[in-house]
């Protein structure tokens, strides 16, 4: 059994091991930011984009990171490299330092931790039939593309009020019925006129979390199936228009949504579009990883 590890400011110990002060400010208020990776085989998908986007969110915060890219890369890879399992859940996260205070000072150290744990599979019905997610306002949603932190109250309450109702996520809306993202995912719709097919996906002026596996799906989208991909305001009373719906994040890879509230999607039909872009998702992250896995398990399928 592969316990995972954890390492403090360097200091690599067991999870149950592993302490940060109580007067950590991404402790007391979420005075932090992360990125969240998944590596097979000990190798991370796309590593830089993940890099790239934890300096922006510290550039929108304020919150310095005094580690360069290649220190952050070598202590990933060498925390990976003492871990056995098969897909691996890794977070990175950068905390402002310790004091009670909210005032900033210049004498605040930045706090590093790093997590590497097995990662624990969906339940398969997930993968084979789909999510079922409810519609949730947040109407303190900002315009733009949001920062990665740890703050995620909000979604927490949510989830709890989802499952209570039988549904598995929610799906945001701003102040205007825009559609957001799920809680933690981006959110892509198909619908088709005749032999046309549109996908889009809300736009990040809506207020999101520009997501790295989100930009890949775009891309793959574009150039492996020469689809046209829209980046717009989605709104709420548009739902019926759509066919198909899938979500997509660093853990789930992509996965189908077979309803929303009371609308029913076909996205586990046979032949259905979601099919395709599913087969060309799994073929451009293996390509990149050079190995061919199953995305939920991590298990090895071949060359």
Known sequence: MHSGLVAVNGFVSSPEKASI????????FGDNIFEVFVAFNRQILSLDLHLERLRRSGERL??????????????????????????????????????????????LQANKIVMALPAKPFPSRHYEQGLSLTIANNRST???????????????????????????????????????????????????????LEVVTPHLDSGLLQGITRNFVIEVLRRSLALKVSEIAVYREELPRFDEAFICSTMRGVMPVHCIDQHRFHTRRPQSSYQHIEQAFLAAAWHELGGVYDWNSGKALGA
């Open 62 to 107: 304020g919150l310095p990171i005094p580690w360069s890219n290649e220190e952050l890369k070598e202590e990933l890879t060498a925390i990976l490299a003492q871990l056995g399992a098969p897909k691996v859940y890794v977070r990175l996260m950068i905390t402002r330092g310790q004091g009670l205070g909210l005032e900033i000072s210049e004498s």
């Open 142 to 196: 900002k315009r733009g593309a949001q920062a990665k932190t740890g703050n995620y109250s909000a979604s927490i309450v949510a989830i709890q009020g989802a499952n209570r109702e039988g549904f598995d996520d929610v799906l945001w809306c701003n102040d205007a019925d825009e559609f957001t993202e799920a809680s933690t995912a981006n959110i892509f719709f198909i619908a088709r006129h005749g032999h046309e």
């Open 21 to 28: 002060s109580v007067f950590d400010r991404g402790f007391l």
